[in-house]
């Protein structure tokens, strides 16, 4: 991806879409926050006049300021209530809504990006980098803001109080202003750096977790220790770096801060000396002074922080701007329900362009039939169904169900009328009956259960601790693997689609699981158009049609019986299994 492209589209400019649905409560914030500023040059006006009333020694009217600044004190603060739950409310429905956004266009992505992507990555940026810039726009908002506004009114008091005064503070301003620049877009730079490196540390521990019963195995604990030590090394001078820059920063800023109040101090004596300035209008401008140390630090630091934001907008908005290579046409029709008639025309499709996988291939599936796909590892098979369902577009021919084009009509439901029983069952964190209605945010518990009767699985589910309520622990770890290929035997058979796909369904199980998923896959594929995918001839000698593969293309075609006499491939590849 092009960094230096994707910046001139990348920027706080770009979350206006997400905060313009919540401006009545950032202008009622903002109007909160124009009530607070204005009582900071009233508070720095009484500090002068309590001064000058301590000089005199009147008790009385130091005691009536001090109730009036308690009871200011107490309304500034209300107001800055309102002000900051109304930002946090503001900013924390934007995040949302943002995050919301990324995880929808995120499944619109192609299933292709997703085999290159780093899932640790997509993880970090999802939740990590969206909370930075939600935290970011609350102190824009929050502190930010309301301190530039605290800036610009104090100011304006001191310049009415004294404005030689105030013109001899800005010496120094500028100086500052750069600074602040300077440090604020090397932040940015470092704190990319070091959240993309956090982002290769959650890429590894999800591999290294996910991957532990093989790290053990080969009793590989060190090398994945050390490897876990490499990055989290990485990140750690990343980080550093950062820190170090922003230590350095405070202590510039810290001192210019001390000159300026010293300089302050020498030249505001210089105007009371010359009779320029009063005792009490002195002390009022040292407090406005004062009011302004608080702002300026904040300023300071929420800019660093605006910085490494930045770098946090940039990575959320490089997944936004990617692309579909599978994209749904504008105002597509849903595809009506179908027969199951499958028609390849012509198809050719690669991964890489010098590779091609298939190479003008035809086929005609008629409704109810049940197609076999065999072939050596590489020829093809998987690749053939997964365009079906459109997880990949082919570069060349068209895919027709029931005589309609797939490119046509909606993916959602082109996807909702085929079934696919994977090799490897993926179960996710939530009840039996929850993963059996896997999509369905609603469910007839009692349709749950007459399909994992059809799935072989109601004897299992029945004897777990709550039944279809047991809680599924991450990947399905505490099932066996012919336990959780019957829950997907039952998902796809509440889905009821005419179209199923059976990829490698039984090649990972023994030969007692195996039995039962076949009894139930025979249940499933009962009146329906069924591809099976398999290395294992015995489960496909029942089907109607064996289509065996070879480079990209269909090199026979027949029954078992059919493709066994001429001793071909097929009989080659039979006689290998059951010589």
Sequence with gaps: MDIKALKTHSSYKQLLPYIRPHWRTFAQAVFFTLIYTVFWPILAWLAGHMAQYIGQGEVKAIAELAGITVLLFFMQKSVQYAKDTLMAKAALAMTFDVRNSVYAHLQRLSLSYFETAKTGDLSYRLTEDIDRIGEVVHKIFQQFIPCILQLIVVLGYMVWLNWQLTLATFLLAPMMAVLIGWFGERLRQFSRRSQNHVSDLATLLTELFSGIRLVQAFAAEDYALMQFSQEAERNRRAKYQAERLKSFQLTVVGFLEAVCVLLLFFLGGWQVSRGNLTGSSFVSYITAVAMLIDPISLVSSNYNEYKQGEASVDRIFELLIMKPKVAQKPNAPALPPVTGKVEYRNVSFSYQLDRPVLLNLNLVVMPGEMIAVVGASGAGKTTLVNLLPRFYDPQAGEIFIDGINIKDVTLQSLRRQIGIVPQETILFSGTIAQNIAFGQTEFDIEAVEKAAKIANAHQ???????????????????????????IAIARAVLLNPRILILDEATSALDSESEALVQEALER?????????????LATVRRSDRILVMEKGRIVESGTHKELLAPGGRYARFYSQQFN
């Design 460 to 486: 299992f589910i029945s004897q777990l601790p709550q039944g279809y309520y047991t809680w599924v622990g991450e990947r399905g770890v505490n099932l066996s693997g012919g336990q959780r290929q019957r």
């Design 524 to 536: 499933l594929m009962e009146d329906r158009t069924v591809f099976i995918i398999a290395h294992r």
